[in-house]
């Protein structure tokens, strides 16, 4: 007893249970609905003009099948001689040039509308058969036959939307039930009618799932393909992330961070493209090995910070003065390289003693620089070419640097060439071309009899080139 009172006590309360939750899921539903990835992708803008393209597609393809089918039929009911069958053969006649003209204006005015020319010429196919089924009792077996074949017809060739399809299959039904149901021959009995609207249904009902599914699996298809194209741009954009930081890690690698000039790698990667273009060409270059006068007094007197804008100073100035396939290094402290193309020693001369006029002209305060009271540099040159290629590059920079000592030595702010090396002879010049410095060794313009032919330069990736190499 106390069991089934216990039972009666809680059945009601479990069955009001049962009863809310069953009205909370239904109450879901159409959340769900709109939730679910067949309505969020099926209601895209990309995937509505995927589909519409489609559309337009199956609908030329369909319209002219429709005409050919309807030609075909014309033409099998214009041998039956018969009074009965004109109607029908005028009907085919009207869906063909209504096929006609929807297969022409598809692709053309009504190419954004698809949709509606393949619902109006479908539905007047179904209005074709239930009138000549009505009008022409011979052919009532062959019409249901017809409008039954239809739906499923319309659902396999036609990707419209689902919105669009319902209402193809409501209009259909509409007009299918009011025919069977008026019947004006009478040749059917109330049995007959109910079984061919209850087939009728079915048949309907078959076209909008298998509708559904057809879309059902476009849209999963869409989806996956809309993920693959996201990952493949992510993809693509961690790549160019990766390539411009592997970029920035390789500038960095050569580049000094203080003053922004190349750094002492670069400069051992350059002196070999120098060495194999020198090889090949038998142009010359000139090494700078260039020093700031008693650097050591500017942090002492005004602090690094002050020194590394000092640094920054002389270096700008310097990669200023240089031409474009010149090259400036930062050697360690305030020692730089340069290596620039010229011809010949005095050039040479010349050029650093335009970066010295150039350094001195910055008029950067130095009190502990005497004489000239401002930053100063001083510079050991060597010129380098084939007549010095058996040395290393690590002795090419031991003669500016033994140049540089010697102007230190004289008593800074001043140039100085490199005394231990033989310089070659210049060329006779012709007297005809006398005056002309295109025709003295080395110029870039040179002709192959001995003279060194034109030299490119490669863009660097940091505003510099790198002297002598050859693309």
Request: hydrophobic residues 45%; contains cysteine.
């Amino acid at each position: 007893m106390l069991t089934l009172r216990r039972i009666d006590m809680h059945g009601p309360a479990a069955l009001r249970g049962r009863i809310a939750s069953a009205a909370a899921e239904l109450r879901s539903i159409p959340e769900r609905l709109r939730g679910s990835e067949y309505l969020q992708v099926g209601q895209s803008r990309r995937y509505r003009a995927v589909q519409r393209r489609r559309t337009r597609s199956a609908s030329r393809a369909g319209l002219l099948v429709i005409a050919v089918a309807n030609g075909f039929d014309a033409l099998a009911l214009s041998r039956l001689q018969a009074d009965s069958v004109r109607l029908s053969i005028s009907l085919d006649l009207a869906v063909i040039a209504f096929a006609l003209g929807g297969w022409w204006a598809v692709d053309r005015s009504l190419r954004h509308h698809p949709e509606v020319v393949a619902w109006f010429t479908s539905f007047g196919v179904a209005a074709s058969i239930v009138v000549t089924e009505a009008r022409v009792p011979s052919l009532a077996v062959q019409s249901i036959g017809y409008l039954l074949v239809l739906p499923g017809l319309v659902a396999l060739v036609l990707p419209w939307r689902t919105q669009v399809h319902v209402r193809w299959i409501l209009a259909v039904a509409t007009l299918a039930v009011g025919a069977l149901a008026l019947d004006p021959g009478g040749r059917l009995t109330g049995d007959e009618r109910g079984d061919l609207v209850v087939v009728l249904f079915v048949a309907l009902g078959a076209s909008l799932a298998g509708h559904v599914l057809l879309q059902r699996a476009q849209i999963r298809n869409f989806a996956q393909l809309e993920r693959i194209r996201v990952l493949r741009r992510r993809a693509d954009a961690a790549v160019f992330e990766l390539e411009r930081a592997h970029h920035a890690l390789e500038l960095t690698a050569r580049i000094d961070p203080l003053t922004g000039a190349n750094n002492r790698r670069r400069l051992e990667e350059d002196l070999r493209a120098v060495r194999a273009h020198i090889d090949r060409s038998g142009m010359t270059y000139g090494l700078l090995m260039i020093d700031l006068d008693r650097f050591k007094a500017v942090n002492d007197r005004r602090g690094h910070i002050a020194g590394d804008d000092v640094l920054r100073r002389v270096t700008a100035a310097i990669r200023g003065s240089l031409r474009a396939d010149d090259a400036v290094y930062r050697y360690g402290g305030e020692e730089f390289v340069a290596i620039l193309a010229v011809p010949s020693a005095d050039r040479l001369l010349r050029a650093a003693e335009r970066l010295r006029a150039v350094v001195t002209g910055l008029a950067i305060e130095h009190p502990d620089n005497p004489p000239c009271g401002v930053v100063s540099i001083s510079i050991g040159a060597t010129l380098i070419g084939r007549f010095n290629l058996d040395l290393t590059a690590d002795q090419w920079l031991g003669r500016s640097d033994a140049a540089l000592y010697a102007a230190k030595e004289g008593g800074r702010n001043q140039v100085r060439l490199a005394t231990d090396q033989v310089l070659p002879p210049d060329p006779p010049i012709p007297a005809s071309n006398s005056g002309s410095p295109k025709h003295r060794r080395g110029s870039p313009s040179a002709s192959a009899n001995g003279d060194t032919p034109r030299r490119r330069s490669t863009d660097r990736t940091d505003g510099g080139q790198v002297p002598g190499r050859v693309v």
